[in-house]
């Protein structure tokens, strides 16, 4: 490495200082968390009983992990479509999530019709 | 993580990913502002990377092995970037020194301004090809080391630090002319 390197190195500490999330950020990401992982926290808290050990109970929790991946993914659309006046790519970003719940949702709806 | 077959609650786990976004919010927020260049593109990232987190933490512990999850959740905003680019088949909108709709104080313009050296730095950047500017803005901005680096980019330790060699000696080149 050459004698100018050290120098590159501290402008470039300087150049790509880290950024401070702005507070709308932080505020909006909490609140999507927090939906999310209360809308099925019910439900899945039922799941880790002691009925879990009977396969017959199984249908029930596994329908409450779909809610939530479909609700994860309907929060995600509603954001997006909020958001898309201002930023057109937030949107195809938010699509891209929303397909990935939705196979999610199809994936445990083909094992929660093994299971009946 | 599931340390000797453990299954963990959902409370639990909820908790543990609280801890894993209050600790790298910053993280992840500034490689997507680095990596798109656009503040609003950035948010949208960020929030994407911390929802697919989510939805992924509990493998994502059980398969880490106790390693840090930083390179993890970058490896994701990196991903969703590619995505990004990718569908729109565009590199970032602005350049980040250009940008000036801000909805917070943002250091780097704050710096960058009257400092031409830092711009030139910043432009020079932007010219290296994707893997380069990603390794130096993990590396500069995040402060990840080289193994960090390479489980975030999925390389070979070895092949990161010749990345990063390679990175800062091509931007020396651009800078220097």
Known sequence: MSEALPNLEMLLR?????????????????????????????????????????????VRPAAAIVAGSAAGGALIILQARRRAQHSPDGLALARDAAEHALKDLRREARRLLRVR | MQDAGIQKSKSQLDAEFSELYRAHLRDVYSYAYYRVGDHHDAEDLTEQTFLQAYRHFERAQRESNGRPLRPWLIRIAHNLAANLYRDRSRKPASPIEETTTLAAPHTTEQLVEGRDELSRVLDGVRELPDDRREALIMRFALGMDNREIARALDRSDGATKVLIHRAIKQLEGIVDE
């Open chain 1, 14 to 58: 300087e150049a790509l200082a880290p950024v401070e999330p702005p507070a709308d950020l932080i505020e909006r990401v909490e609140s999507t968390l927090e939906s999310i992982t209360a809308l099925a926290a019910e439900e899945l808290e039922a799941w880790e009983l002691a009925a879990m050990r009977d396969p017959r109970n199984w």
